[in-house]
Protein backbone atom coordinates (compact mmCIF):
# COMPACT_ATOMS: atom_id res chain seq x y z
CA UNK A 1 0.00 0.00 0.00
CA UNK A 2 1.59 3.69 -0.59
CA UNK A 3 2.20 5.03 2.22
CA UNK A 4 1.14 8.69 3.13
CA UNK A 5 4.57 10.18 2.31
CA UNK A 6 4.40 8.82 -1.18
CA UNK A 7 0.59 10.47 -1.81
CA UNK A 8 1.76 13.57 -1.12
CA UNK A 9 4.82 13.73 -2.84
CA UNK A 10 2.73 12.39 -5.70
CA UNK A 11 0.56 14.88 -5.04
CA UNK A 12 2.90 17.59 -4.98
CA UNK A 13 4.52 16.18 -8.47
CA UNK A 14 0.91 16.37 -10.25
CA UNK A 15 0.85 20.15 -8.81
CA UNK A 16 4.15 20.90 -10.16
CA UNK A 17 3.03 19.58 -13.60
CA UNK A 18 0.45 21.69 -13.54
CA UNK A 19 2.53 24.26 -13.19
CA UNK A 20 4.83 23.66 -15.32
CA UNK A 21 2.27 23.20 -17.81
CA UNK A 22 0.79 26.12 -16.98
CA UNK A 23 3.51 28.57 -17.81
CA UNK A 24 5.53 26.33 -20.33
CA UNK A 25 8.54 26.59 -18.47
CA UNK A 26 10.56 23.44 -17.46
CA UNK A 27 13.48 24.90 -15.80
CA UNK A 28 12.66 23.69 -12.20
CA UNK A 29 12.26 20.23 -13.53
CA UNK A 30 14.70 17.87 -11.93
CA UNK A 31 15.12 20.64 -8.96
CA UNK A 32 14.97 18.22 -5.60
CA UNK A 33 12.56 18.55 -2.57
CA UNK A 34 15.58 17.42 -0.34
CA UNK A 35 12.75 15.11 1.30
CA UNK A 36 13.42 11.96 -0.91
CA UNK A 37 15.88 9.06 0.15
CA UNK A 38 17.37 7.04 -2.85
CA UNK A 39 18.39 3.29 -2.03
CA UNK A 40 21.60 2.84 -3.95
CA UNK A 41 22.62 -1.07 -4.58
CA UNK A 42 25.38 -2.31 -5.84
CA UNK A 43 26.02 -5.97 -6.84
CA UNK A 44 28.35 -6.60 -3.95
CA UNK A 45 29.61 -4.30 -2.03
CA UNK A 46 33.76 -3.98 -1.04
CA UNK A 47 34.12 -4.00 -4.88
CA UNK A 48 36.70 -1.06 -6.01
CA UNK A 49 33.79 -0.80 -8.60
CA UNK A 50 30.95 -0.55 -6.84
CA UNK A 51 32.24 1.60 -4.07
CA UNK A 52 33.49 4.16 -6.22
CA UNK A 53 29.72 4.31 -7.80
CA UNK A 54 28.50 4.46 -4.27
CA UNK A 55 30.78 8.15 -4.10
CA UNK A 56 29.46 9.56 -7.06
CA UNK A 57 26.02 8.56 -5.74
CA UNK A 58 26.72 10.46 -2.69
CA UNK A 59 28.39 13.40 -4.18
CA UNK A 60 25.24 13.91 -6.25
CA UNK A 61 22.67 13.80 -3.42
CA UNK A 62 25.26 16.35 -1.29
CA UNK A 63 24.85 18.43 -4.00
CA UNK A 64 21.78 18.01 -5.19
CA UNK A 65 19.67 17.96 -1.49
CA UNK A 66 18.53 14.52 -1.59
CA UNK A 67 19.54 11.43 0.52
CA UNK A 68 21.05 8.20 -0.27
CA UNK A 69 21.43 5.03 1.56
CA UNK A 70 23.87 2.33 0.43
CA UNK A 71 23.08 -0.84 0.66
CA UNK A 72 24.85 -3.91 -0.46
CA UNK A 73 26.14 -7.17 0.73
CA UNK A 74 29.58 -8.49 0.06
CA UNK A 75 28.29 -11.59 -1.25
CA UNK A 76 26.66 -10.92 -4.81
CA UNK A 77 23.06 -13.14 -5.45
CA UNK A 78 19.42 -12.70 -6.08
CA UNK A 79 18.55 -13.49 -2.43
CA UNK A 80 20.67 -10.59 -0.73
CA UNK A 81 19.14 -8.66 -3.36
CA UNK A 82 15.77 -8.93 -2.93
CA UNK A 83 16.31 -8.96 1.08
CA UNK A 84 17.76 -5.63 0.41
CA UNK A 85 14.68 -4.64 -1.82
CA UNK A 86 12.64 -6.11 0.27
CA UNK A 87 13.38 -3.46 3.54
CA UNK A 88 13.61 -0.42 1.45
CA UNK A 89 9.65 -1.34 0.45
CA UNK A 90 9.12 -1.81 4.10
CA UNK A 91 10.74 1.10 5.12
CA UNK A 92 8.69 3.14 2.47
CA UNK A 93 11.68 4.61 0.20
CA UNK A 94 11.55 7.34 -2.14
CA UNK A 95 13.94 5.39 -5.00
CA UNK A 96 16.08 2.46 -5.71
CA UNK A 97 19.04 2.59 -8.12
CA UNK A 98 20.48 -0.81 -8.15
CA UNK A 99 22.98 -3.12 -10.65
CA UNK A 100 21.14 -6.11 -10.73
CA UNK A 101 23.06 -9.72 -10.05
CA UNK A 102 20.63 -11.27 -12.03
CA UNK A 103 18.53 -10.27 -15.90
CA UNK A 104 15.09 -11.73 -14.75
CA UNK A 105 15.62 -12.75 -10.66
CA UNK A 106 14.50 -9.97 -9.26
CA UNK A 107 11.70 -8.79 -11.78
CA UNK A 108 8.73 -9.98 -9.38
CA UNK A 109 9.98 -7.86 -5.91
CA UNK A 110 11.19 -4.89 -8.10
CA UNK A 111 7.68 -4.61 -9.39
CA UNK A 112 6.56 -4.76 -5.94
CA UNK A 113 8.42 -1.62 -5.32
CA UNK A 114 6.50 -0.05 -7.86
CA UNK A 115 3.27 -0.85 -6.67
CA UNK A 116 4.48 0.50 -3.65
CA UNK A 117 5.25 3.74 -5.40
CA UNK A 118 9.34 3.78 -5.25
CA UNK A 119 10.97 4.20 -8.55
CA UNK A 120 13.25 2.20 -10.56
CA UNK A 121 16.43 2.95 -11.80
CA UNK A 122 18.57 0.28 -13.21
CA UNK A 123 22.80 1.09 -13.52
CA UNK A 124 25.96 -0.77 -14.82
CA UNK A 125 23.10 -4.30 -15.29
CA UNK A 126 19.72 -4.54 -16.07
CA UNK A 127 16.30 -6.09 -15.39
CA UNK A 128 13.47 -6.84 -17.04
CA UNK A 129 12.45 -3.78 -18.84
CA UNK A 130 8.64 -3.61 -17.14
CA UNK A 131 10.46 -4.02 -13.35
CA UNK A 132 12.26 -0.47 -13.51
CA UNK A 133 11.19 2.68 -15.43
CA UNK A 134 14.66 4.02 -16.45
CA UNK A 135 18.24 1.89 -17.05
CA UNK A 136 22.05 4.09 -17.09
CA UNK A 137 23.80 2.24 -19.36
CA UNK A 138 27.19 2.19 -19.85
CA UNK A 139 26.94 1.62 -23.76
CA UNK A 140 25.27 -0.20 -25.93
CA UNK A 141 26.05 -4.21 -26.42
CA UNK A 142 27.86 -3.33 -29.73
CA UNK A 143 29.91 -0.51 -28.24
CA UNK A 144 31.06 -1.70 -25.50
CA UNK A 145 31.77 -5.09 -27.12
CA UNK A 146 33.69 -3.57 -29.83
CA UNK A 147 35.95 -1.52 -27.54
CA UNK A 148 36.73 -4.74 -25.82
CA UNK A 149 37.75 -6.99 -28.91
CA UNK A 150 39.63 -3.20 -29.79
CA UNK A 151 41.57 -2.86 -26.61
CA UNK A 152 42.70 -6.44 -27.39
CA UNK A 153 43.66 -6.36 -30.78
CA UNK A 154 45.61 -3.22 -30.37
CA UNK A 155 47.75 -4.48 -27.24
CA UNK A 156 48.24 -8.30 -29.09
CA UNK A 157 50.02 -5.58 -32.14
CA UNK A 158 52.01 -4.19 -29.36
CA UNK A 159 53.65 -6.98 -28.63
CA UNK A 160 54.39 -8.00 -32.17
CA UNK A 161 51.24 -10.29 -32.85
CA UNK A 162 49.42 -8.94 -36.25
CA UNK A 163 46.06 -9.51 -35.39
CA UNK A 164 44.23 -9.45 -38.68
CA UNK A 165 46.57 -12.04 -39.91
CA UNK A 166 47.69 -14.34 -37.17
CA UNK A 167 45.52 -17.22 -36.06
CA UNK A 168 44.70 -15.51 -32.42
CA UNK A 169 43.53 -18.02 -29.71
CA UNK A 170 41.09 -16.45 -27.30
CA UNK A 171 38.51 -16.91 -24.30
CA UNK A 172 36.07 -14.59 -22.57
CA UNK A 173 36.42 -14.66 -18.51
CA UNK A 174 33.21 -13.17 -16.72
CA UNK A 175 31.06 -13.66 -13.94
CA UNK A 176 28.18 -15.65 -15.12
CA UNK A 177 25.67 -16.39 -17.85
CA UNK A 178 22.85 -15.10 -15.89
CA UNK A 179 24.18 -11.40 -16.04
CA UNK A 180 22.58 -9.84 -19.02
CA UNK A 181 24.99 -6.85 -19.23
CA UNK A 182 28.23 -8.93 -19.58
CA UNK A 183 26.54 -11.08 -22.16
CA UNK A 184 25.18 -8.65 -24.21
CA UNK A 185 29.26 -7.25 -24.68
CA UNK A 186 30.15 -10.97 -25.23
CA UNK A 187 27.88 -11.88 -28.12
CA UNK A 188 28.45 -8.66 -29.78
CA UNK A 189 32.08 -8.68 -29.30
CA UNK A 190 32.18 -12.09 -30.88
CA UNK A 191 29.83 -10.63 -33.86
CA UNK A 192 32.43 -8.13 -34.32
CA UNK A 193 35.28 -10.76 -33.91
CA UNK A 194 33.63 -12.90 -37.04
CA UNK A 195 33.04 -9.62 -39.23
CA UNK A 196 36.56 -8.34 -38.56
CA UNK A 197 38.78 -11.07 -37.19
CA UNK A 198 38.24 -14.39 -38.99
CA UNK A 199 41.30 -15.62 -38.31
CA UNK A 200 40.72 -15.55 -34.73
CA UNK A 201 39.82 -18.85 -32.41
CA UNK A 202 37.58 -19.12 -29.74
CA UNK A 203 39.42 -21.95 -27.88
CA UNK A 204 36.27 -22.33 -25.54
CA UNK A 205 32.76 -20.98 -26.65
CA UNK A 206 31.48 -21.63 -23.90
CA UNK A 207 33.15 -18.92 -21.70
CA UNK A 208 34.80 -19.06 -17.83
CA UNK A 209 32.46 -17.78 -15.09
CA UNK A 210 34.18 -17.23 -11.70
CA UNK A 211 30.74 -15.27 -9.96
CA UNK A 212 32.27 -12.17 -8.79
CA UNK A 213 33.85 -14.15 -6.13
CA UNK A 214 37.57 -12.69 -6.13
CA UNK A 215 39.51 -15.90 -5.69
CA UNK A 216 37.47 -17.96 -7.67
CA UNK A 217 38.75 -15.31 -10.89
CA UNK A 218 42.01 -16.37 -9.64
CA UNK A 219 41.43 -20.09 -9.75
CA UNK A 220 39.40 -19.93 -12.69
CA UNK A 221 42.32 -17.49 -14.28
CA UNK A 222 44.97 -20.11 -13.46
CA UNK A 223 42.51 -22.97 -14.82
CA UNK A 224 42.37 -21.47 -18.46
CA UNK A 225 46.25 -20.67 -18.40
CA UNK A 226 47.11 -24.17 -17.58
CA UNK A 227 44.27 -25.49 -19.91
CA UNK A 228 45.89 -23.41 -23.18
CA UNK A 229 48.68 -22.64 -22.61
CA UNK A 230 49.83 -20.94 -25.78
CA UNK A 231 46.77 -18.68 -25.26
CA UNK A 232 46.55 -15.43 -27.15
CA UNK A 233 43.99 -13.34 -25.56
CA UNK A 234 42.11 -13.30 -22.49
CA UNK A 235 38.87 -11.03 -22.57
CA UNK A 236 37.57 -10.14 -19.38
CA UNK A 237 34.19 -8.24 -19.60
CA UNK A 238 33.99 -8.32 -15.29
CA UNK A 239 35.14 -5.89 -12.62
CA UNK A 240 36.72 -9.01 -10.73
CA UNK A 241 37.40 -11.59 -13.70
CA UNK A 242 40.41 -9.03 -14.66
CA UNK A 243 42.09 -8.62 -11.74
CA UNK A 244 41.60 -12.53 -10.80
CA UNK A 245 42.75 -13.10 -14.37
CA UNK A 246 45.82 -10.47 -13.83
CA UNK A 247 47.11 -12.81 -10.91
CA UNK A 248 47.09 -15.75 -12.09
CA UNK A 249 49.20 -14.46 -14.85
CA UNK A 250 51.86 -13.15 -12.48
CA UNK A 251 51.36 -16.38 -10.30
CA UNK A 252 52.53 -18.34 -13.14
CA UNK A 253 55.45 -16.16 -13.76
CA UNK A 254 53.88 -13.92 -17.54
CA UNK A 255 53.90 -10.80 -18.23
CA UNK A 256 52.22 -8.69 -20.97
CA UNK A 257 54.56 -10.16 -23.49
CA UNK A 258 53.52 -13.66 -23.00
CA UNK A 259 49.65 -13.26 -23.44
CA UNK A 260 47.63 -10.59 -23.73
CA UNK A 261 44.68 -9.62 -21.06
CA UNK A 262 42.39 -6.79 -21.60
CA UNK A 263 38.71 -6.09 -20.04
CA UNK A 264 36.56 -4.17 -18.15
CA UNK A 265 37.59 -3.18 -14.52
CA UNK A 266 38.75 0.79 -12.36
CA UNK A 267 41.98 2.60 -13.08
CA UNK A 268 43.35 1.97 -8.83
CA UNK A 269 42.47 -2.16 -9.06
CA UNK A 270 44.18 -2.72 -11.78
CA UNK A 271 47.17 -0.02 -11.65
CA UNK A 272 49.95 -2.65 -9.50
CA UNK A 273 49.28 -4.91 -12.62
CA UNK A 274 49.84 -2.28 -15.58
CA UNK A 275 52.69 -1.16 -13.54
CA UNK A 276 54.46 -4.51 -13.28
CA UNK A 277 53.81 -5.29 -17.28
CA UNK A 278 51.21 -7.68 -16.58
CA UNK A 279 48.21 -6.28 -18.74
CA UNK A 280 48.79 -3.24 -21.74
CA UNK A 281 45.46 -1.75 -21.56
CA UNK A 282 42.12 -1.82 -20.05
CA UNK A 283 39.06 0.12 -20.25
CA UNK A 284 35.99 1.69 -18.07
CA UNK A 285 33.53 4.00 -17.82
CA UNK A 286 33.38 6.32 -14.97
CA UNK A 287 31.63 4.85 -12.79
CA UNK A 288 31.22 7.89 -10.34
CA UNK A 289 29.35 9.49 -12.91
CA UNK A 290 27.21 6.44 -13.78
CA UNK A 291 26.58 6.42 -10.07
CA UNK A 292 26.05 9.84 -10.16
CA UNK A 293 23.26 9.50 -12.71
CA UNK A 294 21.58 6.77 -11.71
CA UNK A 295 20.51 8.66 -8.29
CA UNK A 296 19.40 11.89 -9.95
CA UNK A 297 17.51 10.29 -11.80
CA UNK A 298 15.61 8.32 -9.31
CA UNK A 299 15.01 11.33 -7.43
CA UNK A 300 14.38 13.28 -10.46
CA UNK A 301 11.29 10.51 -10.57
CA UNK A 302 10.61 10.72 -6.98
CA UNK A 303 10.08 14.31 -7.56
CA UNK A 304 6.88 13.29 -9.53
CA UNK A 305 8.65 13.85 -13.03
CA UNK A 306 7.21 11.21 -16.22
CA UNK A 307 9.37 10.53 -18.61
CA UNK A 308 8.81 8.64 -21.85
CA UNK A 309 11.02 7.96 -25.04
CA UNK A 310 12.42 10.76 -26.53
CA UNK A 311 12.52 12.82 -23.79
CA UNK A 312 15.69 14.84 -22.54
CA UNK A 313 16.87 15.27 -19.13
CA UNK A 314 19.48 17.62 -18.19
CA UNK A 315 21.79 15.86 -15.86
CA UNK A 316 23.95 17.92 -13.25
CA UNK A 317 27.97 17.96 -14.37
CA UNK A 318 26.70 15.38 -17.32
CA UNK A 319 24.48 17.14 -19.82
CA UNK A 320 21.58 16.44 -21.39
CA UNK A 321 20.59 13.03 -21.75
CA UNK A 322 18.05 11.37 -23.85
CA UNK A 323 15.83 8.74 -22.73
CA UNK A 324 16.36 5.85 -25.70
CA UNK A 325 14.02 2.65 -26.36
CA UNK A 326 14.90 -0.60 -24.85
CA UNK A 327 15.74 -2.39 -27.98
CA UNK A 328 19.12 -0.22 -27.90
CA UNK A 329 20.86 -2.93 -24.99
CA UNK A 330 18.88 -5.66 -26.64
CA UNK A 331 16.51 -6.62 -29.35
CA UNK A 332 14.30 -8.79 -27.06
CA UNK A 333 13.97 -5.41 -25.00
CA UNK A 334 10.11 -4.56 -24.86
CA UNK A 335 9.72 -1.54 -25.78
CA UNK A 336 7.55 1.10 -24.31
CA UNK A 337 6.57 4.23 -23.71
CA UNK A 338 7.02 4.39 -20.28
CA UNK A 339 10.62 3.06 -19.68
CA UNK A 340 13.64 3.50 -21.25
CA UNK A 341 17.55 3.76 -21.32
CA UNK A 342 19.87 6.24 -20.87
CA UNK A 343 23.67 6.07 -22.57
CA UNK A 344 26.46 7.48 -20.33
CA UNK A 345 28.70 9.87 -22.82
CA UNK A 346 31.46 8.36 -22.37
CA UNK A 347 34.19 5.56 -21.87
CA UNK A 348 37.97 5.42 -21.04
CA UNK A 349 41.02 3.56 -22.11
CA UNK A 350 43.80 3.10 -19.25
CA UNK A 351 47.68 2.19 -19.47
CA UNK A 352 50.11 2.71 -17.11
CA UNK A 353 50.71 5.90 -18.77
CA UNK A 354 47.70 7.43 -17.89
CA UNK A 355 46.29 5.70 -15.45
CA UNK A 356 47.76 8.15 -12.72
CA UNK A 357 45.43 10.50 -13.79
CA UNK A 358 42.41 8.57 -12.74
CA UNK A 359 41.26 7.85 -8.90
CA UNK A 360 38.49 5.23 -8.64
Known sequence: MMNLKKISMIGMGSLMMLALAACGNDDSAGESSGDNTIVFVPKLSGNAFFESGNDGAQKMAKEQGFTVKYDGNP????????????????????????SAVDATGLDDVLKQAKESGIKVVTWDSDVSSDARTLMVAQGTPDI???????????????????????????????????????????????????????????????????????????????????????IDLVICNDSTALPGQLQAV???????????????????????????????????????????????????????NEVKVGDKIDVPNVGTVEVLNNSVLSEDAKDSEDSGVVIMPERTIFTKDNVDDFNF
Not at 75 to 97: C, K, M, P, Y
Not at 266 to 277: E, G, T
Not at 288 to 300: E, F, R
Request: no cysteine; glycine share 8%.
Open 250 to 304: QNNGLTKDDVTITGFASPNSIKDYAKADIIEAWGLWDVTVQGGMAVYLANYLAEG
Open 75 to 98: EASVANQVTIINNAIQQGVDGLAI
Open 144 to 230: LGQMLVDMGADSLKKRGKDATSEPIKYVWHYSQSTVQDQNSWQKAGEDYIKKNFPNWVNVAPENYYSEQNAEKAITVGEAILSAHSD
